[in-house]
């Protein structure tokens, strides 16, 4: 096993469902949140930051992962948006989970809708210095999603989510 500050890559003997004896490498993960942070004028806080893994500048949610620090997941969403956008939510709700990659990895991803907003100051990670915020309508968000410019799974998720909500509530 191989231990980092973020996850563990495992290898495990196991026996295949067709009875043979094998090896199964995966990565264990603590799990992540994504925010969908939508304030009273019907806009959704996105982030857009150069991602390492991707070699580019991607549009997502707020999001990151939970720290051993945190009581819960949503404890880590709240202070996720916190630090990256500034923002503090009076009101959560759990969308879901998103699991990214099952052969590869445990990791869940857990998504929350945040509402009530008050808006305050970031107070961001080093890593995060390029990190932008922008408030995009609810509509302006699914779009990227459909266009193929946000391509983040909690991302995604948690935009069609709300936007599916939105959809089919009852109309007044």
Not at 22 to 49: C, E, F, N
Not at 66 to 91: F, H, K, W, Y
Not at 146 to 155: E, L, N, T
């Amino acid at each position: 096993m191989r231990t980092t500050p973020w996850f563990e890559v495992h290898e495990d003997s196991v026996v295949r469902p067709d009875g043979v004896q094998d090896v199964y490498h995966h990565v264990v993960s603590p799990g992540s949140i994504t925010v969908v942070a939508v304030d009273d004028a019907d806009r959704v806080a996105v982030t857009r930051q150069w991602i390492y893994t991707h070699a580019n500048r991607q549009w997502r949610l707020p999001a990151g992962a939970i720290d051993a620090t945190d009581a819960s997941p949503q404890a880590a969403a709240e202070r996720e948006l916190a630090e990256e956008t500034g923002v503090r939510a009076a009101r959560w709700h759990a969308i879901g989970r998103v699991n990214g990659a099952d052969s590869f990895t445990n990791h869940v991803d857990h998504v929350f809708l945040a509402t009530d907003l008050t808006l305050g100051t970031a107070s961001r990670e080093a890593a995060e210095a390029d990190l932008d915020v922008h408030w995009l309508s609810l509509q302006e968000a699914l779009d990227l999603v459909a266009k193929g410019g946000i391509r983040h799974a909690g991302s995604v998720c948690g935009l069609l989510s709300v936007g599916i909500r939105r959809e089919t509530a009852p109309r007044p």
